[in-house]
């Protein structure tokens, strides 16, 4: 769970969101506005979450042995 938080938070403040819509104009007598998702960062950000989340396990892991060596 503390991955997902910390590798949205890094995703939100690192990576450049583009707002990928485009206008179509004269579309049949009108303009019209095509919204779509931007999966380059979608696929980012789930790459930075799932690393964050490998890490934190590997982190806590490692803590966890120690405390139990000593």
């Known amino acids: 769970m503390i991955g997902i938080v910390i590798g949205g938070l890094i995703s939100y403040l690192l ?15 009108t ?14 950000t789930g790459t930075i979450i799932i690393i964050v989340s490998i890490l934190c396990s590997v982190i806590w892991t490692i ?3 120690k405390k139990l060596r000593d």
């Open 15 to 29: 990576l450049d969101y583009q707002d990928q819509s485009y206008e179509i104009k004269n579309y049949y007598g």
């Open 31 to 44: 303009d019209k506005t095509v919204t779509e998702w931007d999966w380059v960062t979608i696929s980012y």
């Open 63 to 65: 803590i966890e042995k």
